[in-house]
Nanobody
Framework: QVQLVESGGGLVQSGGSLRLSCTAA????????IGWYRQAPGQERQGLAC????????YYVDSVKGRFDISRDNAKNTVYLQMNNLKPEDPAIYYC?????????????WGRGTQVTVSA
């Protein structure tokens, strides 16, 4: 059974940093395309970053380029999202997901999310 569990969310001051983790079970992270998304209240879920299977190519949406970094640790079967210089527009529930047909494709399995809050 495929399972993704996000962790690492919390409250941080504007300009601060957080590192989110997405730990997988039932799949091997380096054999999957895995993306990070977020959803703020009243807004649609937004794709932020993706890391491709095997080669580990990374892709980012423009709004987080230079601030967020996606990476993976195969030994821990975990994908990370390092978030720096957090801004007032970043609070949301952050999700990781498997993207079975590539980073440009749709997500097929989701975690339950982790809450990120940014204070002024």
């Amino acid at each position: 059974q495929v399972q993704l569990v996000e962790s690492g969310g919390g409250l941080v001051q504007s300009g601060g940093s957080l590192r989110l983790s997405c730990t997988a079970a039932g799949v091997t992270v380096d054999d999957e395309h895995i993306g990070w998304y977020r959803q703020a209240p009243g807004q649609e879920r937004q794709g932020l970053a993706c890391i491709s299977r095997i080669e580990g190519r990374t892709y980012y949406v423009d709004s987080v380029k230079g601030r967020f970094d996606i990476s993976r640790d195969n030994a821990k079967n975990t994908v990370y999202l390092q978030m720096n210089n957090l801004k007032p527009e970043d609070p949301a529930i952050y999700y990781c997901a498997i993207k079975s047909r590539g980073c440009a494709g749709r997500a097929s399995h989701w975690g339950r999310g982790t809450q990120v809050t940014v204070s002024a």
